[in-house]
Each structure stands twice: as structure tokens, then as C-alpha cells.
């Protein structure tokens, strides 16, 4: 059976790889504040020319009023002028922001009003708890990567940005969330640790594309390849990637409280192309072998190799007459030893042609992979594969 998630899934992040670009920021700073304040960029010199700002922030807290802007100021005598909020169209987002959760702004300025200075500057702010965030300056409109805005070459971010890491415990309250900014990155990895004991609670996985509405994302586990919308804390240890080219925000939220006494210790990094599974400009299987079957019963088509798992993309086998067939795994001679079923029997097959997105249907670690026919009947294909 194909997965029609994980199909979807793989296709729009080829497409993401093989075809979109990211262009990279002529300038950038992060910022952390605790209380009212400014973050300013040093170098003037830097952002001369910068026509399209963004910035954005995620809070950790319990802040229940926020006033955040990006602002701007002429050079007088190699020190800022006035400072004012940027001038120019915001042309997503608002300047300024007045979530308590986070936001995402863009402004493109005019010609006659860039500002050499640039800070990130909290007005107002009520409450306690942390602010991140980060502010990019360009030259060139990020919107237009691939097009007519993107130079050719067109830059590509190559720097992965901090890890984002939260731990939880069984004092920590429901609906906590672990927040970071996807906004000009287009995957993100998730890691849950577990340390201690944990017996209960439940982490969701949402995404935004304004930092306000949330929606839930389905997860790729990158051990399994198994889809998670949410995981039980007491399954143990685990990992996830997913494309999220084209929104803002992503957060890992405690929809069930912990329970225990252990600690699930949350990181989240975002890095600046989908690369949920390694992959080729050929796509994600690059092995693959000739299928040559006569007789009933097992026959290997592809060897064990150490402990490494076989990933199969597609399958395709005709016979010269109808034939029961079933993919099984073993070890020794035509897995004849722990051997197992790997899908089930397919009735009186003539023509057999199997598609497994990236490598989605897997065998177990360190055995061999073998096709089991009901009767002696002659039948040739290929499998393409990757092992490792």
C-alpha cells in the first residue's frame, strides 16, 4: 500500500530541492530581550543599499501585553540620527508587532527614505519571560527567488542557525511550546530525549503562517519514516524532519502534561533546504538490480550488507504466466534462515509494479531481500534501491 501522505510529502520536497532557492540575507542579527529595550546592528556601512527588511520573534513566558518594531535611522557623522519606525510598506505582518506569541513582519522601503541604521527595538512589554528573534536585510527581494528578483547565480543560505532547545517536566503546564521562526528556511528537524522516566504526556507538532493561527503538521520520523501529528513522551527517544518552505513559524506544544519522573528534552533546528532523507539529482534511490526468477520459492535479489537497512523505491516484475508472489527478508542462502514476510502474498500476478516513495518501504537492519513464488515460473525486472 503507498502512504499518500508520505508521497505528497516527498514530492514537494524534491520540488523544494531540485527547484526553489533561498536567497541569502546581505545582512542579519538575532536578538534576546527580557525586558523593554533595543538590539541594534553595529555596522551602517553593511546595510547601505538594504531595501527589504524582515524580522521575526517567538516568546517563552508568560507575557500578556507586547509592543515589538523594527526601526531605522539616518547617519549623522558615523552615529545614527533620529530613530523612527522603518519607513516603508509593510508587506506582511504588521511594524509594529503586538503578538504575545510571535510574529513574522516584512517591509520593502523606498529608494529615498533607507536607513543606514537599523535596530529591533520592544517598546512595551507586560509580563515576564524571554523574546528571540531575528532581523535580515536585503538587497534583492527574498519573494523573488527563482524569478526575476533572484540574481543568477542566486545566493543560497548555507548557515544552519542555532539549536533551539526547551526540557520539560512533569511541573511544566499544559499547552508550553517550543517555538522557533521558519521564515526563509525550508525544513525543520525536531528531537525528543528522554531522560529519567516517563510514563505519560503527549508533544503536538503545528506550524503558522503568521505566528497567530495554528495548525497541525504531520512529522516524518526519520528512524521509521513513520508520520507523527503528535507523540507519546513514554515511547522514548525519537526524531522528525518536514518541509515548511513557505511559513513563518513552527512549535512543538505539550498537549498532554508529563508524567513521571523523568525530564523530554525538546530541540528544534531549522535549516535553509528540505533534506528530510538523503537524496541525489537522480532522486532518492541510486542502486539498483536486475530480477531474473525460474524456480518456486525464495530467491534473493539483493544481498545483506552489515547491519544496513534496504530502502525500496519501486518494484517491477512480469512473468510468463500467473504466479502467487510475496517480497520476504531473511539471512542465509535465499533467506532461508529468520525468514520474514515483508509485504503479503499477491494473487496469480502477470505484471507486477510497485511504487514506494523515497524509499518508504524498508527491510529490517543486516538481512537480505527475497521474492517467494508460488510455482516455477519464469519472470525478469528490476528493483531500484538504496542501502545504508
Not at 551602517?44 to 538594504?50: A, D, P
Not at 541604521?117 to 535580515?136: D, E, F, H, K
Not at 541510486?286 to 544496513?308: D, E, K, P, Y
Request: net charge negative; proline share 5%.
Amino acid at each position: 500500500m503507498k502512504p499518500a501522505f508520505l508521497a505528497l510529502l516527498f514530492a514537494s520536497a524534491l520540488l523544494a530541492q531540485q527547484a526553489n532557492t533561498v536567497i541569502q540575507p546581505d545582512i542579519s542579527f538575532d536578538f534576546t530581550l527580557t525586558s523593554t529595550g533595543t538590539v541594534q546592528y553595529p555596522n551602517s556601512t553593511s546595510s547601505l543599499g538594504i531595501k527589504y527588511w524582515r524580522f521575526n520573534y517567538q516568546t517563552s513566558g508568560g507575557f500578556s501585553g507586547i509592543s515589538i518594531e523594527l526601526d531605522g535611522a539616518p547617519d549623522s557623522s558615523g552615529a545614527p540620527g533620529s530613530w523612527a519606525t522603518m519607513p516603508g510598506t509593510v508587506t506582511f505582518g504588521a511594524n509594529p508587532q503586538t503578538s504575545t506569541t510571535g510574529g513574522n513582519t516584512g517591509i520593502t522601503v523606498n529608494a529615498t527614505n533607507i536607513n543606514p541604521w537599523v535596530r529591533i527595538n520592544v517598546t512595551s512589554l507586560t509580563g515576564s519571560g524571554t523574546i528571540t528573534g531575528r532581523v535580515m536585510g536585503y538587497r534583492v527581494n527574498p519573494d523573488g527567488a527563482g524569478a526575476a528578483g533572484c540574481p543568477n547565480p542566486c545566493p543560497i543560505i548555507g548557515n544552519q542557525p542555532a539549536n533551539q532547545t526547551t526540557a520539560w517536566t512533569s511541573a511544566t503546564t499544559v499547552n508550553t511550546t517550543n517555538s522557533i521562526s521558519v521564515s526563509g528556511y525550508g525544513n525543520v528537524a525536531v528531537t525528543y530525549e528522554q531522560s529519567g522516566t516517563i510514563t505519560g504526556g503527549v508533544i503536538t507538532f503545528e506550524v503558522s503562517a503568521d505566528g497567530t493561527v495554528w495548525v497541525p503538521i504531520q512529522m516524518v520520523s526519520v528512524g521509521n519514516q513513520g508520520g507523527n501529528f503528535t507523540y507519546p513522551l513514554q515511547n522514548g527517544n525519537n526524531a522528525w524532519q518536514m518541509y515548511v518552505g513557505g511559513l513563518t513559524n513552527f512549535r512543538v506544544r505539550l498537549s498532554t502534561v508529563i508524567s513521571g519522573g523523568g525530564t523530554a528534552t525538546i530541540i528544534i533546528a531549522p535549516t535553509p533546504l528540505a533534506t528530510e532523507f538523503p537524496t541525489t539529482p537522480g532522486g532518492f534511490c541510486t542502486q539498483s538490480a536486475v530480477i531474473t526468477l525460474t524456480t518456486s520459492g525464495l530467491t534473493q535479489i539483493i544481498a545483506a550488507s552489515g547491519n544496513q537497512v534496504i530502502h525500496i523505491c519501486n518494484i517491477s516484475i512480469a512473468f510468463a504466466s500467473g504466479v502467487n508472489v510475496q517480497l520476504e527478508t531473511g539471512t542465509g542462502t535465499n533467506c532461508a534462515s529468520s525468514t520474514t514476510a515483508l509485504t503479503g502474498t499477491y494473487q496469480s500476478i502477470l505484471t507486477l509494479a510497485l511504487d514506494f516513495v523515497n524509499g518508504t518501504l524498508n527491510t529490517p537492519a543486516g538481512v537480505a531481500l527475497c521474492v517467494n513464488l508460488g510455482a516455477s515460473v519464469t519472470g525478469g525486472g528490476v528493483i531500484e534501491y538504496i542501502q545504508y
